[in-house]
Every structure is written in structure tokens, then in C-alpha cells.
């Protein structure tokens, strides 16, 4: 398998712009990207578990616990929920 291409800091953003534009004029409300190489070439994030929602105006990537530093390193200007469900400390 080939490794998805590189995310510079700028590539990133300017992908999920791109994406986020062709929502609209598809007639989409939102793109829930579930693919994690697609997650990676969109944001740069490499981690193991993840979940990009992408809608015209924002970008939430959604992790869980694991990468609650790496993420927001690796994905700037995506907003980062952190998935509270997958916190130890809640599971009983």
C-alpha cells in the first residue's frame, strides 16, 4: 500500500476548503469521512482512530483519548473533539 502524500501545514486546510466548497454545490449538508488515509491526506492526522466531519463552514475531527495531544499537532485548523465515551476513566 502506498503512503497517503505528505499534509504541509497549509496543504491541509486548503484541501478540506476545497472539499467543504464542493459540498454546497452538490447540494450536501455535510461528508463524514470514515477512511483513515483519507483523514490523513485531508488533515495530516495519523493516528489509529478517527472520524472527520467536514461541513461547509467547519472541519471537526473526532478521536478518542489516545491522541488528545496528537491530534491537534498533527491537524491544525480542524477542530478536535476528543470522544468522551472512549475515556477510561468513564467506563465502569
Known sequence: ???PA?????????????LASMLGQDG??????????NIRYLTGFSGSAGLLLIRPATAVLITDF????????????V?????AVSMPALKK
Not at 505528505?6 to 476545497?18: C, F, K, Y
Open 79 to 83: 477542530e478536535v473533539q476528543i470522544d
Open 28 to 37: 450536501l449538508d455535510a461528508l463524514l469521512v470514515t477512511h483513515l488515509p
Open 1 to 3: 500500500p502506498r503512503e
Open 66 to 77: 489516545r491522541y488528545a495531544v496528537q491530534a491537534p499537532l498533527e491537524a491544525p485548523g
Open 6 to 18: 505528505a499534509v504541509t501545514d497549509s496543504a491541509g486546510p486548503r484541501r478540506i476548503a476545497a
